[in-house]
């Protein structure tokens, strides 16, 4: 069979491609990268995101030539939620399984087992969600939560500032807490910068992390009936005292829940018009972000395949991808693996990530406070405040 000009060119192109894409595979040994997730335990719902999140993450990076031209292989280690064990992992993983690279781990606590490795070996750490930020005093740890060096401040602002352009500005405030570190650490900035905006404070408590029992918090509230209740809840623990609430048949005038279990509390009819912190939500702005719009594809139908309670991109999974990109883009720049090379470059460079631009030139490697104000709208979250982050028509809705 004879071929015509126009197909043997277009032979050649074909052949030219995947010869381009045989050279751009990653080959030589390849990039560890070391890592503890709560697998299980009390916060594996959450690990199990952020195991989820560094799969995709790695499986991309290896088909667009991995870091350096080679492949990327992630060690991912169980710490069973407790802080303890994630120290003594990354001492393996440093040790052990010599890795050239960390990541990780989730929650403030184990963050702050691994931070204290990391500095004794002076390796870099990049981290998912460490929610106390002056506690992060080692010089090598970078955040990928865009919550700045004083979220205790600024975000209590942040929220304030959305009821206040309300029809109905709150003049009362009910303070409720869970004494998880991260949310107490938050609830308590919003009592002083409530009291500064000059709100009365109706009602403070707070419970135990693992409290199952929220009928006696629910009837407190109840008594005290705030015109704005702020709750420092961390997972289901927001469902749980709406539910209190609604057997006494008691809702707040307005409501915010710190960091919930968004996808179990969307669904809560109870839950109308409830206010949350995010970084990132499913609408524009941010799917026009780097990488947004193909992760929130890949991890929407990941996640349904996984079984997941809830296949939305937010906080969380958003934060781990952030993590993902800062690490990508300083190996890029830099084309080292060298901890303190990276780290230097971190500090003098911005980094595009699907929250938006990152920079570490702060207060303990912190850039700005890119937390936004979050509500549920007619049976999905939509960021209500600021204005130039609200999803598109978007307003706060108040009760």
């Given at each position: ?10 032979l ?33 719902a ?18 667009r ?25 990354y ?23 691994a931070m ?25 740890q ?19 500032d ?11 405030i ?19 910068v ?20 929220f ?16 709750v ?7 469902n ?158 108040v009760?």
């Open positions: 069979m004879r071929l015509t000009r126009y197909a043997v060119v277009a050649l192109v074909g052949i030219m491609a995947l010869a381009q894409q045989a050279s751009a595979a990653p080959s030589g040994p390849p990039v560890r990268i070391g890592s503890t997730l709560a697998l299980t335990g009390p916060l594996a959450t690990g199990q995101v952020h195991k989820l999140v560094g799969d995709i993450y790695v499986e991309q990076l290896n088909a030539n991995g870091l350096l031209g080679r492949p990327v292989e992630w060690i991912v280690k169980d710490d069973q939620s407790k802080q303890d064990l994630a120290r003594t992992l001492e393996q993983l440093i040790t052990v399984d010599k890795v050239d690279l960390l990541l990780g781990p989730y929650a403030t606590g184990n963050i702050l087992a204290a490795v990391a500095q004794r070996y002076n390796k870099m750490l990049i981290h998912h969600t460490f929610g106390i930020p002056s506690l992060a005093t080692y010089d090598m970078f955040p990928a939560w865009s919550l700045g060096p004083d979220p205790a401040t600024t975000f209590p602002n942040t929220v304030l959305a009821l206040a352009a309300s029809p109905k500005p709150p003049k009362t009910a303070v409720v807490t869970s004494k998880f570190p991260s949310v107490q650490f938050v609830a308590m900035g919003a009592r002083e409530a009291k500064k905006r000059g709100l009365k404070e109706v009602l403070f408590l707070d419970w135990e992390f693992g409290n199952r029992e009928g006696p918090i629910a009837a407190r509230i109840k008594d005290a009936n705030p015109d704005f209740v702020w420092g809840a961390i997972g289901l623990e927001g749980q005292l709406l539910e209190a609430m609604k057997k006494i048949d008691y809702m707040p005038a307005e409501q915010f829940y710190m960091y919930p279990a968004p996808g179990p509390m969307v669904k809560a009819p109870e839950a109308k018009n409830a206010l949350a912190a995010t970084i990132f939500e499913e609408h524009a702005p941010f799917l026009n972000n780097p990488g947004a719009a193909e992760f929130v594809k890949t991890f929407n139908e990941r996640a349904a395949k996984a079984g997941l309670a809830d296949t939305a991109v937010e906080t969380q999974a958003a934060a781990s991808y952030t993590a993902w990109q800062i690490l990508e883009a300083a190996v890029t720049a830099t084309r080292s693996l060298d901890d303190k090379v990276l780290a230097q470059w971190l500090k003098t460079h911005t980094v595009d990530t699907i929250q938006g631009k990152l920079r570490f030139n702060g207060p303990s490697n912190y850039g700005d406070d890119l937390m936004r104000v979050k509500q549920v709208q007619n049976g999905r979250w939509v960021v209500v405040w600021p204005p130039e982050a609200a999803a598109p028509g978007a307003k706060l809705m009760q």
